[in-house]
């Protein structure tokens, strides 16, 4: 990917009386995209521009690290659901939809543009979107994807997985499409269910991960397969990570056996992920069981807040504000000290940043510039009242 | 209570364009706090108020079923959540911070109206809330909550039920003060686990159902314990319910239970509701599973949605918009056709009046003129989008 933080020009700001995380009130001056220093008040260079902070919650950039930005349907005119129950239903309703949506001119690169402005209102300054890659479209929608990326460069950063969303094996010639992705700026290869779904779980897995190593690519697995399936193929996971030295750049994504099996089996597999370096993203679902979270966090894998598709062909939920998703996950969790509320907070903005592998993420000096002002006392607040953002910094630049 | 819609002066409004329940387009004549007439094209009256409803969704005034309104934080600073787990601590902190609320000079009857403010505007028109009595502070939040209710009178209609926060079997005293509550102006007697947390079930049923039989009173209990104790807990309700001959008034919050028992025993729990004339709250809950709704309608057990305590000492959630609240409900449900999503604004809409026992509900001619007002296209983007109120009425005044 550009370092579009080196190319930002030599911007020069003091961000007066802000909180980062919380804590007490702090001068932060930035320079160059970066966080240059921070400490109390700091004085402000010759033509420095300065912004009164007013004491309100900095956060370092929202991360989505599970979005469909392809199939968004954000900005048009509410559009009732109307698939079946069920994974093909779902397929097989996306296909129809779109078929709809290109009749009506209206193209992908469009609606991604659409959500990505919602994302970067609320203050998201990177996502990892799934891109559908399948033998219908082809590469159409990666294509479309890599244009909006190209165009909100400045504001936010896009990480694309080229996702099988109608299957792999399943679609002879989808492996294929895969590998062309990689070529035409795909930054990760993606799997869906290869057990549930697909019915050949180890081919599957080992065509993905046999693509993204030739590609020098991660990988992002979808796993919706819950209970003993789901537990099986993440086994399988783990030990092709292991094999290919693949730590820190698998993820799997849902991931809901981890919340159905019995405790042992969850000892073992978080074992498993952690010391095999595979993070996870979970996207606060409605209907499924929460994630053992502070498990996963007393063992170290890295988990990532996601808002999965946003207003389209699957669901009529989501709004692209990831403050509000992490709002629904410690809801979903039952959170109601201000820690616990933090610490969904931190799935959403830390944790996702270690899923994405960004080296530069946080409010200490050196780091990226990429924040967000939140007029709230605490994290909690923050969280559960998830007021609109008052300033969002992408690389030093006010948004 | 006192009927207010017949005391309200003889207001005469012409609602144009309007949609109720998402239908097509039409006029709404309100005269005198109801709806006398509704019609394509409805000549307007002398002295009539047009509005123009600009093809709005109308729905009836929403109602909460289930509110603590003498708990709530609403209005106040931010306050972390202080209490550690389990029902115990959970009273405990609440005892510890209404002393300090009360040394502050922050009355109930204060915070009480600050919320109802929040639920007027967000077009709730009827509310049923539990209040506080104790042997620690007795009737005072009783107290302050009528006077409430009394200031808010033409606005919103509340229902009050004496709730024994505290225990009553293990307080003793408290079961004298639920017979004084009834005296001076509680509409309804609640319980609390009558196994779980007073462990005397039988005995704590007894006792409230014969004060409310005394006093010709309704029932709502709230009911935390989960399987087969929380299904002995509704047997012995339903049982009661049946011998007093209480059909229609008596009222199960929360009922974990039904969510948790298997199959074959959820049917005869759910006959055994339908037959005796029981109804339920729930007030979808983030972390506890959501009630087999489909069953239970289906069946013809009346349930009602509920905010629970709203930013109060037991929780830092919630915001008083009832809408809001259903899309929590459906979403929480895995609701996503636009026909799940409008079955749980039915909930918090003719469900909640059900429960309540509204007898003038709805928006046929007739009905009291309690209406709301919302910018969306179909029940289902209501729900899911819940943007703020554009018009609300109660009995036919325009608030």
Redesign the interface.
Known sequence: MIDWAAQVDQLLLLLRNVRPMGGPGVDLLVDGGRIAEVGERLPAPTGATVVDGRGQLALPGLVDAHAHLDKTLWGL??R????GDGLAALIENEHQGRAELAEAGVTVAQRAANLLGAYVAAGTTHIRSHVDVDTVAGLDSLHGVLETRAAFADRITVELVAFPQSGLLVRPGTAELLEAAAREGADLIGGLDPAGFDHRPVEHLDTVFAIADRHGRGLDIHLHDGGELGAFTLDLIIERTRALGLAGKVTVSHAFALAEVPGPRLERLIEGLASAGVSLTTVAP??RP?LPLAFLRAAGVAVGLGSDGIRDL????GDGDVLARAA?LA????A???ED?AAALEVATSGGAAVLGLPDYGLDPGCAADLVLVP???L??AV?THPPRTLVLKSGRIL
């Open positions: 005119p509410w009732p659901h109307t698939a409605g209907s929460p699957w669901s009529p939920w629904l809801w979903r969790a039952g109601r000290r201000d509320l709230a006392t605490t909690g607040e559960v």
